[in-house]
T-cell receptor, first 109, second 115 residues
Framework: EDQVTQSPEALRLQEGESSSLNCSYT??????LFWYRQDPGKGPEFLFT???AGEEKEKERLKATLTKKESFLHITAPKPEDSATYLC??????????FGQGTELSVKP | ETGVTQTPRHLVMGMTNKKSLKCEQH?????MYWYKQSAKKPLELMFV???????ENNSVPSRFSPECPNSSHLFLHLHTLQPEDSALYLC????FGGGAMDTQYFGPGTRLTVL
């Protein structure tokens, strides 16, 4: 059975305090791993897709990495505007996204 | 309008009402999706349409009835809902669908409350 676990469930950081979010997955025939950002009361916003172990992608203060069993979202020197829930979603062999429950990030000034 | 739009943004309905949610995508995509997002739970895929044909129905109760009249529009018809159906309903679209693993783009969602 396809499973995705994100940790921690919630993370509170001070502005400028770097950290990482984890996404552990067991998915049949991984066909890409997607990261989304979701602000309260809004739909998820696409951030990255990673396709193979060892791949990395960066966007501003965010960097996503992928191994065979995990993906990490590294946040460097975060700002308050980075506060949001970050969703990880591996795609399985059937072309479905399997979403994790998300990590709620709060960055205080 | 750009991207994926959803109306209404908020909906309150009684258990005996009938209402519809509307989604429109302005991206020229071929696939459209309905998801349910309940508090503190992962997004649950409900329905998938590819080129206006339903290709996925994830054991969703019959009180939810989707309709896709063309590749740009998707509806979710609601009737005799239960309080546990209260959630954020998200629409998404992707370029290809049909089993292709392409990026899905989401609308802002409809916050549904069933009294």
């Amino acid at each position: 059975e396809d499973q995705v676990t994100q940790s921690p469930e919630a993370l509170r950081l001070q502005e400028g305090e770097s950290s990482s979010l984890n996404c552990s997955y067991t998915v049949s025939g991984l066909r890409g791993l997607f990261w989304y950002r979701q602000d309260p009361g809004k739909g998820p916003e696409f951030l990255f897709t990673l396709y193979s172990a060892g791949e990395e992608k960066e966007k501003e203060r965010l960097k996503a990495t992928l191994t065979k069993k995990e993906s990490f979202l590294h946040i460097t020197a975060p700002k308050p505007e980075d506060s949001a829930t970050y969703l990880c979603a591996p795609g399985n062999q059937g072309g479905k996204l399997i979403f994790g429950q998300g990590t709620e990030l709060s960055v205080k000034p | 309008e750009t991207g994926v739009t959803q109306t209404p943004r908020h909906l309150v309905m009684g258990m005996t009402n009938k209402k519809s949610l509307k989604c429109e995508q302005h991206l020229g995509h071929n696939a459209m999706y309905w998801y349910k997002q309940s508090a503190k739970k992962p997004l649950e895929l409900m329905f998938v349409y590819s080129l206006e044909e339903r290709v996925e129905n994830n054991s969703v109760p019959s009180r939810f009835s989707p309709e896709c009249p063309n590749s740009s529009h998707l509806f979710l018809h609601l009737h005799t809902l239960q309080p546990e159906d209260s959630a954020l309903y998200l629409c998404a679209s992707s370029p290809f669908g049909g089993g292709a693993m392409d990026t899905q783009y989401f609308g802002p969602g409809t916050r549904l409350t069933v009294l």
